[in-house]
């Protein structure tokens, strides 16, 4: 099984949508499966300049620029919509790229950004997420004609027309996080796709298995879910220009190499290939420097077809 490469941008830290829009079109020349986006209101660390991007408004434009990659976010924070609200936002989006969307959704962790643009934070959010996944999903998948209640403790739906419907059958959730129990458990319940954020190497495989179990658990194959992982990438044809992009992003060499997709083409080829031994199946790489659109090209032409 071929590893699958997707793009992974945060636009936070300082990216207008015309940024956006030269890393998704080049991830779709350069045969990425896919181009994601954080959904977050501040920058975390540095000015942000020129200031944030909402996700979904960002996918949507995207969905009508471009043909065949697919879009979504990793991940949308439970606490800036509605759940109703963001089942029509995603069922839209969906609807304008021709089946392209999918749906990362968290619980949200960012508490300044939520102080900064006067978004509640409650302290407890676990609850949100899940009734919030309930509601969607639940949403989405009642039949044309048929109507969808909900009454749980943070969200009540009264006889919706659960409308309007995506173009796919099913629009992909991915769900992620570290919790031992609730996370994996709230991942069987709902989740086409489980995402280990930054992880250390050494967990994944642990990790996997963690899922594996809350599947049986929840009488699910564990071959119904794709294990994914994020990770940042710099990668040079030789060590200078790993270097200069690891000083373009404000990162030490040695701690890239560490955490990260990192370091000259054939070392970036053997942590690939170490990560999918593992058990992932799909890497989110996340791109730092948008406006090096070369670094995509040498990860596509020297990276991916080595794998």
Do not use: C
Not at 2 to 14: A, K, S
Not at 34 to 48: E, I, K, N, P, V
Not at 269 to 289: P, T
């Amino acid at each position: 099984m071929t590893l699958d490469l997707r793009i992974f941008t945060e636009p936070q830290q300082g990216a207008t949508y015309t940024d956006q829009l030269a890393v998704a079109k080049a991830a779709e020349e350069l045969g990425f499966s896919a181009f994601f986006r954080s959904d977050h209101y501040l920058a975390m660390g540095g000015d942000g300049l020129p200031g944030p991007t909402d996700a979904w408004t960002t996918l949507a434009g995207l969905a009508r620029e471009t043909t065949s990659i697919r879009l979504g976010t990793l991940v949308t924070s439970a606490t800036f919509r509605h759940p109703g609200v963001l089942a029509i936002q995603v069922a839209q989006v969906d609807q304008m790229s021709g089946g392209r969307v999918e749906l990362g959704l968290g619980a949200g962790w960012f508490a300044e950004e939520h102080s900064a643009y006067g978004i509640p934070f409650p302290a407890k959010r676990f609850g949100i997420l899940e009734e919030q996944l309930a509601v969607i999903t639940g949403l989405w998948g009642t039949p044309e004609g048929e109507r969808f209640s909900f009454a749980g403790e943070h969200y009540t739906l009264s006889d919706s027309p659960a409308l309007p419907k995506p173009t796919q059958a099913k629009i992909p959730v991915i769900v992620g996080g570290g919790g031992p129990k609730r996370t994996p458990a709230l991942a069987a319940r709902f989740a086409d796709e489980y995402n280990q954020a930054f992880p250390e190497f050494s967990s994944i495989a642990a990790r996997i298995d963690v899922v594996n179990q809350a599947l049986a658990e929840a009488g699910r194959e564990a071959s119904s879910i794709t294990h994914s992982a994020a990770l940042v990438v710099a990668v040079g044809r030789d060590e200078a220009e790993f270097t200069r992009r690891a000083e373009a992003i404000g990162r030490e060499p040695a701690e890239l190499r560490e955490h990260g997709i990192a370091g000259t083409v054939s070392e970036a080829v053997d942590r690939l290939a170490q990560v999918k031994a593992d058990g992932v199946e799909r890497v989110y790489l996340q791109v730092l420097d948008l406006g090096d659109l070369d670094h995509l090209e040498l990860i596509a032409r020297e990276v991916a077809t080595r794998l």
